[in-house]
């Protein structure tokens, strides 16, 4: 069973309750996207993936519980990218190195052809703005193959191109990716949202079959998506008969 898998876990600071026996199960090369809106617990259930938190409760990888004998399974198999404020001053490429190794002079090529990176190799991660600095950080983590990589409120940082060029290297290695967010901006790269709110789940669900549901998501304090809701508009004026949720397919349906 290729799962990661939190179950009835509870967790506070003091006399502040986060979270209340929350659930979460997440299969294998099913990406998610966990959304909750500020203070809710986002980087405090990142820490809990990364188990480094204490909590009551189970938290299983592959259907094994992760207890103190074998802790070492979560680094096997999850990696957890924190928001960061402390970045390395290594050069990107010293970066790659260390991650694949000299002797794979080849995969780092390929690596830095599809990511388009050649123009930063030798720049400082901490000398690059923020969307390369969180680009590189996650390029880093996806060459830890099979694995889950949770990311807490990151892809914001992300330029379009650059979540596209994320998930499609994800799925080709086969790297789950749970985007633990504060919108829904980037939901459409995941297969299922889960919603987050007064300790538990409020919501969760097929993406399409949540955007649905546009009151419960604007009580849960969210917009709709821009793209999503331009489809939305465009339908009720009849210009377009189907949601798109990429502009060039947009685009191609209202000059077709």
Known sequence: MNTLELKNVSFGYEDIQIFKNLSIKIKKGHNVTIAGKMAIGKTTLAKIFNNKLKVSGEYLINGVEVVKANDYVVDRFVNV???????????????????????????????????????????KLNELSIDLKYYILIIINLLDK???????????????????????????????????????????????LICLYNCNIAMEGEILS?????????????KLPFMYDLSLQLNYYEVLDDIYLDYKDMENAIWK
Do not use: H, M, P, W
């Open 210 to 222: 949540c955007l649905k549901e546009e009151r419960l998501l604007k009580r849960l304090g969210f």
């Open 81 to 123: 990218l924190l928001l960061n404020n402390d970045f390395d001053n290594k050069k990107v490429i010293d970066l790659l190195f260390d991650k694949l190794g000299d002797d794979n002079n080849d995969e780092i090529k390929s690596i830095i052809s599809y990511f388009n990176i050649e123009d930063y190799l030798n720049n």
């Open 146 to 192: 099979e694995k889950y990589l949770i990311l807490d409120d990151i892809l914001c940082y992300l330029r379009n191109n650059q979540v596209k060029k994320v998930y499609s290297y994800a799925k080709k290695n086969k790297v789950t990716i749970v985007n633990i967010a504060s919108n829904l901006d980037n939901i459409f790269y995941s297969e299922y």
